[in-house]
C-alpha cells in the first residue's frame, strides 16, 4: 500500500464515507514466480 | 483485508444499477453525480500528470471516476501488456497504452457498453492502436490466463459482490511474477448490514 486519498472530498457522500472510515487507497502487488 | 461482503440483494440486480450509474456517467460527465468526475478531480487529488491528462481525448478524461491512481503505483514499461479491469471510458487505459508503446497490448474491459465505445473511439482518436476492448466484468474476465505483465483497476473491485472472485481472476489473468496496480476504497470498519443492502450505496 502506498498511499491513501480522500476521493470523496466535497462529494455528497463525505460524511457517509468519513462516518465509516472510507479511503482510497494506491496498492502494489507482485504474483509469485 | 476483507475480501467478502454478505448482501441481502440480488447481486444481479446490483450489476444492473451499476451498469445503469456508468452508463449515465458515460452519456452525462457533467451531471448530477455523488461522486467526483474529471481530469480537474484527477489531478488535484489523485495525482495524475495534468500534462498526461491533456494528450488524452477530453470525452474520456471527463468520464474519469476512478478513486486514486494506478498508474503512480509503480512503472509500466514498453512493450509490456496491461489489462485494465473496469477500464470505463478509458483513461487509464490510454494513458497504460502511451507507456507500452505500439509494441505493446492494452486490453480494457468493462461491462458498460457506452463506457467501452467512449474508450475505443479515444483510443482510435489518439492513434493507439494496441489498445483492444471488450466486454466483460471484474469476476469473469474475457482474458487468458497467465497474459498480463501488468494488471491495472481503478475504483472498481468494491462494485462487486464478491471481492475474493474478482481478485482470483486478476491473480489468473497475470503471468508469473505479472504486477497488479490496484486503485480502489477501503473501509475501517465493519459495516452494518443496512448500509451492506443500501444498493445505492453499492453502486456509487
Known amino acids: 500500500m502506498v498511499a491513501r486519498f480522500d476521493p470523496f472530498l466535497g462529494t455528497a457522500k463525505e460524511k457517509v464515507t468519513r462516518k465509516f472510515g472510507v479511503t482510497g487507497v494506491n496498492v502494489f502487488a507482485r504474483k509469485p514466480g | 483485508m476483507a475480501t467478502s461482503c454478505p448482501i441481502d440483494f440480488d447481486a444481479e440486480q446490483l450489476r444492473r444499477e451499476v451498469a445503469r450509474m456508468y452508463e449515465a456517467v458515460a452519456r452525462d460527465p457533467a451531471g448530477e453525480f455523488h461522486f467526483h468526475r474529471g481530469p480537474g478531480y484527477a489531478a488535484e487529488l489523485l495525482g495524475y500528470d495534468p500534462a498526461e491528462l491533456e494528450a488524452i481525448p477530453a470525452a474520456t478524461t471527463a468520464a474519469f471516476a476512478g478513486v486514486g491512481n494506478p498508474i503512480a503505483v509503480g512503472p509500466i514499461a514498453e512493450g ?50 494496441q489498445v483492444e476492448i471488450r466486454a466483460g466484468d471484474a469476476q469473469s474476465l474475457p482474458v487468458d490466463d497467465g497474459i498480463a505483465d501488468v ?17 482470483g481472476e486478476i491473480h489468473r489473468v497475470l503471468r508469473p511474477g505479472g504486477r497488479l496496480h490496484l486503485a480502489d476504497i477501503v473501509v475501517a470498519s465493519e459495516l452494518p448490514q443496512s448500509v451492506r443492502d443500501d444498493i445505492d450505496l453499492w453502486a456509487s
Open chain 2, 80 to 129: 509490456e501488456l496491461v489489462v485494465d479491469v473496469g477500464c470505463g471510458a478509458g483513461m487509464d487505459l490510454l494513458l497504460a497504452a502511451r507507456r507500452i508503446g505500439p509494441a505493446g497490448r492494452a486490453i480494457g474491459v468493462d461491462m458498460t457498453a457506452a463506457m467501452r465505445e467512449q474508450a475505443a473511439a479515444s483510443a482510435a482518436r489518439a492513434g493507439l492502436d
Open chain 2, 151 to 167: 494488471v491495472i483497476s481503478n475504483g472498481v473491485i468494491n462494485l462487486t459482490t464478491d471481492k475474493t472472485e474478482a481478485l
